[in-house]
């Protein structure tokens, strides 16, 4: 649970399933109290789990591997899905096993394990190409999740506040020497506006309480990073609250999710329109997204119970 997209995706998932046995019918593994849920002590989810708690974190290390494979081995479990960043995927478990890949921490690995057993999760289909071209992984073995919002949105209304902010949130370094330019032209054209550059890294700062507040602030946001397997979770609460978000071409989910959005940074560095022509655009996307099923509040949970429909008889 180090990166924010790790510690984001996997409690959503988790608390939309268990939602989900609520407000709907769940899945199987949920009803019949079959799921087994690997978490660190102090973490809060929803709902009444079996718990297996450690303090161990997911590394690369021999000793890491052989911990996983004993924890699937005794845990008594058939199904194992996880969380992984795509460069700390390590060995194979033995059992089938679903990973939602997540962005790399440096780069991307030379190899992939490629066991029949094995399939894999990820936010957009360029991200799925890129696993089956680099890694010759099976494309009937990789799965296409969409991003959502999380669900705690729905029930917790944002109240505006007059400070006018710009949110920058970067991701790599790649995408932080574009901020030095960013920031000159905010200050050009908006010169009300106050700025604010979060790193994506940043283990603090995108929790329910934290993030409401920043949003009812935020009149602008700029999502700056293009990883591969990067869910873009952030980027789509920021429109859920109908704040022009700009985001980079390359991004996968999110320019496959808005393929001909204005909300493009590169449209919006030559372009460079007035707020009314940005707050029109971002209706446009809004109404796009929730369309797509982006702003359900278990659209997660929905799209997993079908994978493990196809995975597991």
């Not at 998932?13 to 079959?34: C, F, T, Y």
């Not at 709902?47 to 081995?73: A, D, H, I, M, S």
């Not at 296409?144 to 109240?159: G, K, M, N, S, W």
């Not at 710009?166 to 030095?180: D, K, S, W, Y």
Request: net charge positive.
């Amino acid at each position: 649970m180090e990166l924010p997209q790790s510690g984001l995706i996997t409690q959503e998932l988790i608390d939309q399933l268990v939602a989900a046995n609520g407000e709907q019918e769940a899945s199987e593994w949920i009803q019949k109290q079959r799921t087994v849920l690997l978490s660190h002590p102090g973490q809060v989810f929803s709902g009444q789990l079996r718990r297996y708690e450690t303090k161990r974190k997911v590394g690369n290390t021999p000793l890491y591997w052989w911990w996983e494979k004993e924890f699937v081995k005794t845990a008594g479990i058939s199904f194992f899905h996880r969380f992984r960043a795509i460069d700390q995927m390590n060995v194979a478990c033995s059992v089938t096993t679903l990973t939602t890949v997540l962005p790399p921490r440096k780069k991307l690995p030379f190899f992939i394990t490629r066991r029949p057993n094995q399939y894999f999760s990820v936010p957009s289909e360029k991200d799925r190409q890129l696993l089956k071209r680099q890694y010759q992984i099976s494309e009937d073995r990789i799965f296409v999740a969409r991003p959502t919002i999380r669900r705690f949105l729905h029930f917790q209304p944002v109240e505006r506040k007059a400070r006018p902010l710009a949110v920058f949130l970067v991701g790599e370094r790649e995408t932080t020497v574009q901020l030095p330019k960013l920031l000159r032209i905010i200050k050009a054209r908006f010169p009300r506006f106050e700025t604010k550059v979060i790193q994506l890294k940043n283990k603090e700062g995108f929790g329910p309480q934290e993030w409401l507040q920043l949003l009812a602030q935020a009149e602008l946001c700029f999502y700056l990073t293009a990883k591969p397997f990067d869910w873009g979770t952030l980027a789509l609460e920021s429109l859920y609250h109908k704040i022009p978000t700009f985001y980079l071409e390359e991004h996968g989910s999110l320019s496959e999710s808005l393929p001909h959005s204005r909300l493009k940074l590169n449209r919006f560095l030559v372009e460079q329109p007035e707020l009314d022509q940005l707050k029109a655009e971002t209706e446009t996307a809004w109404e796009t997204l929730n369309t797509a099923g982006t702003f359900a509040r278990l659209g997660l949970a929905n799209q997993y119970r079908v994978i493990y429909q196809e995975i597991l008889p």
